[in-house]
């Protein structure tokens, strides 16, 4: 078994919280009630049977969708009315369940979209005329991109559009996309569907390197519980919007509440 290291939750300051965070479609309570501490340098699983809620938790986190009531905190900041773009510009970046590349574009390019709106300086004048700043900044783009794609292990897929990877491949793309410009929160969405084995295995490695690298609070949400409790320094359950159990792997795992709603037992 895959070992992790554990993060001291007790003395640390939480880098992301939710507080009291519910969403409501119309009668429908997605969300209720939710408050958790996400820390940095750990990676947290979030697991629950379809419809508890893990997505919906995401879509505020990211700010795609606005809570009901609750607030989301972020490195003591209050960002509840933020836009997506201000919390991806500011380190909370995230994957989907379904892909979300640019099929016309190379991996290579799919990835230093995320950089692209840092500019290169000097702007249309600049490019016009090659100034060395401008030169300078891509290939320091650049090499960030191979780092990253050696890190996911694609970069014999560089070059290739991404509308011709199997749905495997397209997922860790976006992995690198999204921890290419140094996230401090990574979201990820069910990232080992449609992966082989070997694949899952490797995205693993992937996780916690970049956990240890670059000291970001992980995130994710997945079905493949054996996967979650091998990669994960926290669990947090979920059932009908609301925590069933907030522990270790193991403590998790042996909740009663969490073997009735999740392990069907």
């Given at each position: 078994?895959?070992?992790?290291?554990?993060?001291?939750?007790?003395?640390?300051?939480?880098?992301?919280?939710?507080?009291?965070?519910?969403?409501?479609?119309?009668?429908?309570?997605?969300?209720?009630?939710?408050?958790?501490?996400?820390?940095?340098?750990?990676?947290?699983?979030?697991?629950?049977?379809?419809?508890?809620?893990?997505?919906?938790?995401?879509?505020?986190?990211?700010?795609?969708?606005?809570?009901?009531?609750?607030?989301?905190?972020?490195?003591?900041?209050?960002?509840?009315?933020?836009?997506?773009?201000?919390?991806?510009?500011?380190?909370?970046?995230?994957?989907?369940?379904?892909?979300?590349?640019?099929?016309?574009?190379?991996?290579?390019?799919?990835?230093?979209?995320?950089?692209?709106?840092?500019?290169?300086?000097?702007?249309?004048?600049?490019?016009?005329?090659?100034?060395?700043?401008?030169?300078?900044?891509?290939?320091?783009?650049?090499?960030?991109?191979?780092?990253?794609?050696?890190?996911?292990?694609?970069?014999?897929?560089?070059?290739?559009?991404?509308?011709?990877?199997?749905?495997?491949?397209?997922?860790?793309?976006?992995?690198a996309r999204a921890i290419v410009d140094h996230p401090r929160v990574l979201l990820l969405d069910e990232p080992t569907s449609g992966l082989e084995e070997a694949e899952v295995e490797n995205f693993g490695q992937t996780v916690r390197t970049v956990r240890a690298e670059q000291g970001c609070a992980v995130v994710l949400i997945e079905h493949d519980v054996g996967f979650v409790m091998r990669h994960s320094?926290?669990?947090?359950?979920?059932?009908?919007?609301?925590?069933?159990?907030?522990?270790?792997?193991?403590?998790?795992?042996?909740?009663?509440?969490?073997?009735?709603?999740?392990?069907?037992?």
């Amino acid at each position: 078994m895959t070992t992790v290291d554990t993060v001291d939750t007790e003395t640390r300051t939480p880098l992301l919280q939710t507080h009291g965070i519910t969403v409501r479609f119309g009668g429908v309570v997605a969300v209720n009630d939710v408050s958790t501490d996400f820390f940095a340098g750990e990676v947290c699983g979030l697991i629950g049977p379809n419809g508890a809620g893990k997505t919906t938790l995401f879509d505020t986190i990211s700010g795609i969708r606005p809570p009901t009531e609750g607030r989301v905190m972020y490195d003591g900041v209050d960002v509840t009315g933020r836009s997506v773009t201000w919390r991806a510009r500011n380190g909370i970046r995230r994957t989907f369940q379904r892909q979300q590349t640019f099929g016309w574009l190379s991996v290579e390019d799919n990835i230093i979209t995320a950089l692209e709106w840092r500019g290169g300086g000097g702007g249309l004048l600049a490019d016009m005329v090659r100034l060395p700043s401008r030169a300078k900044w891509e290939q320091t783009r650049r090499k960030r991109v191979s780092e990253v794609l050696e890190l996911c292990g694609i970069a014999d897929i560089a070059q290739v559009p991404a509308a011709r990877l199997p749905l495997g491949k397209a997922r860790t793309a976006e992995m690198a996309r999204a921890i290419v410009d140094h996230p401090r929160v990574l979201l990820l969405d069910e990232p080992t569907s449609g992966l082989e084995e070997a694949e899952v295995e490797n995205f693993g490695q992937t996780v916690r390197t970049v956990r240890a690298e670059q000291g970001c609070a992980v995130v994710l949400i997945e079905h493949d519980v054996g996967f979650v409790m091998r990669h994960s320094d926290r669990v947090v359950a979920l059932n009908l919007g609301r925590i069933l159990a907030d522990g270790t792997p193991e403590e998790v795992r042996n909740d009663p509440a969490v073997a009735e709603a999740y392990f069907g037992s």
